[in-house]
Structure formats: structure tokens, C-alpha cells
């Protein structure tokens, strides 16, 4: 036999929305009150409630870590969907650059390097950083200038994309450069 759940236990455990303060849930004993015009004004906290509810709105605590707490007249509906859309919209340009890796060896052919290169500016184009790097194996370090020019030409191929963040030094068996996106 099903046994049945509260509908608030369906939902999972419930999220920890941070709401700004309402009317009676502000304690503080003297608040700062911006109206719409951006002038503020100290008053009681009774007198600054009794303003929102001549106007039929709410009085909702906007900073409440200063000193006097600032709070304003509104909709608090309004305000809360307001609030969340900021959020959403931050959300969506804050979006994280990844490192992303190109690598080719010593002997590798122009044709390769091309579509390496071509391959790096779409990550380019995408915001992400890219570590380019050149692999060393056996007697190919006796001519590490080759390399090194090898690897300066690629660069200078997406100098139109890119710039260097960190310039070309040696990591083990290669020499690696990371390339930022330009702005």
C-alpha cells in the first residue's frame, strides 16, 4: 500500500530563497526610505509602514545591512519577479571560460596546423582560453628553435582572434603559450 506525501515533501527539501523583508518582518526601530524620485528621507519604522499602506503597497526592505536599513514603497510581487529576472539575466552572462587544449607535434605538417588553427579560433570565438602546445619527442629537443618558431608562426596566424595571456615557455616534453580571445 502507497502511503501519501504532504505536497511539500514532494517538491524535495525545499529551497533557501533569500526574500527581502516585508512591512511588520522589518525589526529595525528607524529606517532610510528612497522614493521613486531617489529621494530618502529617516523615519520610524511605524510611520514608513503607515505610508505603504496608505498607498496599498508594501513596505519592502531593500538593504538590510545598512545603517539605517533602506527600504522602499512597492508591489512586493512586482519587486520579487523583478529581482529574479536580474538574477536570471547575471546567470546567463556569466558563463564560465573553459581551457581548452590544442596540441601537435614537431614533425606536424602545415595542412594539420591549418585546421589546428582553425580549430582554436572557434574556441576563440566561444570565450574560451586556449593552451596551444608543441610536443618534443627524442632528438627533437636538440632543435628546439624549430619548434619554437613553429609555434610563434602559429600564433601569429591568430593574432586577428587572439592574444597572448601567457607567452611561450618550455613544460616538460613541449612548449606550451595560452592565447585569451581579444576583446
Do not use: W
Amino acid at each position: 500500500m502507497r502511503q501519501r506525501h504532504s505536497s511539500s515533501n514532494r517538491r524535495g527539501p525545499q529551497s533557501q530563497e533569500r526574500r527581502p523583508r516585508i512591512n511588520e518582518q522589518i525589526r529595525a526601530p528607524e529606517v532610510l526610505m528612497i522614493s521613486d524620485g531617489g529621494e530618502a528621507e529617516r523615519l520610524p519604522i511605524a510611520d514608513a509602514i503607515a505610508r505603504a499602506k496608505a498607498e496599498e503597497l508594501d513596505l519592502i526592505e531593500v538593504s538590510p545591512k545598512a545603517v539605517p536599513p533602506v527600504v522602499k514603497i512597492g508591489d512586493f510581487g512586482s519587486y520579487l519577479y523583478q529581482m529574479r529576472k536580474k538574477e536570471k539575466r547575471q546567470k546567463a552572462h556569466s558563463k564560465q571560460s573553459e581551457v581548452k587544449t590544442i596540441r601537435f607535434g614537431f614533425r606536424t605538417d602545415t595542412g594539420d596546423i591549418e585546421r589546428q588553427a582553425a580549430r582554436s579560433r572557434e574556441f576563440l570565438a566561444e570565450n574560451h582560453l586556449v593552451k596551444v602546445g608543441i610536443i618534443l619527442r627524442g632528438r627533437e629537443f636538440t632543435n628546439k628553435d624549430y619548434a619554437i618558431d613553429k609555434l610563434k608562426k602559429f600564433i601569429e596566424s591568430l593574432m586577428d582572434a587572439a592574444e597572448v595571456e601567457q607567452p611561450i615557455k618550455k613544460q616538460g616534453n613541449q612548449f606550451i603559450v595560452i592565447l585569451k580571445p581579444k576583446r
